[in-house]
């Protein structure tokens, strides 16, 4: 069984984005994995980076959730084809030197490219919807796959890093949302 940390990056918790999470957390749950479900923005700290400034006790809490993680599952909207605010700024802050990578890589030709990666043995599901066409999504989202993906996840250790995309989340009707909602259950009870 896994240890899971499901972070919801949607401010609204009425959101269909939000259902996803909670049922990916419920059928973790109801499958034996310990399942932890958090709302990104319900966290306290200052969104700013700024240099100096101290992690508060949310941050610290959340660092130790994802040091005892097996899987971690990021479920956002996508807008402007990019993260929420607030997923971004709790990047910024949480993903820090000494906690997510150390300098300098421990192989040599490595060095000048990339840091040593201390979250290393973690998986990432990232789960976006969003309101554009399949193919306009694919095409449009690349940023999203590698500033995600590659510049964040890999970047501190995690893989395999796996995306789910739902498109066209506003005009979906009652039958597609109970199918997406019916896949998510399905990855949650995997731990995929």
Do not use: C
Request: charged share 20%; hydrophobic share 45%; aromatic share 12%.
């Amino acid at each position: 069984m896994k240890n899971i940390l499901i972070l919801s990056a949607n401010p609204n918790a009425n959101s269909f984005n939000h259902s996803l999470a909670t049922a990916y957390a419920d059928s973790a749950k109801a499958a034996g994995h310990e399942a932890k479900l958090i709302r990104t923005t319900d966290l306290n700290y200052q969104y700013d980076l700024v240099p100096g400034l101290e992690l508060e006790p949310d941050l610290l809490k959340l660092q130790d959730q994802i040091h005892d993680a097996d899987h971690v599952v990021v479920v956002m909207p996508v807008w402007w084809y990019g993260p929420p605010a607030n997923l971004k700024a709790l990047f910024d802050r949480l993903l820090t030197p000494g906690f997510a990578y150390k300098y300098p890589h421990p192989w040599k030709p490595l060095r000048p490219f990339l840091p040593r990666r201390l979250l290393k043995g973690r998986s990432v599901r990232i789960i976006t919807t969003q309101d554009s066409y399949r193919p306009v999504a694919w095409a449009m989202a690349m940023p999203i796959g590698w500033s995600m993906r590659i510049a964040t996840f890999w970047y501190v250790g995690f893989w395999p890093v796996r995306h789910t995309r739902f498109t066209r989340v506003r005009f979906a009707d009652e039958d597609k949302r109970s199918k997406w909602m019916s896949k998510v259950a399905r990855l949650g009870s995997k731990a995929k």
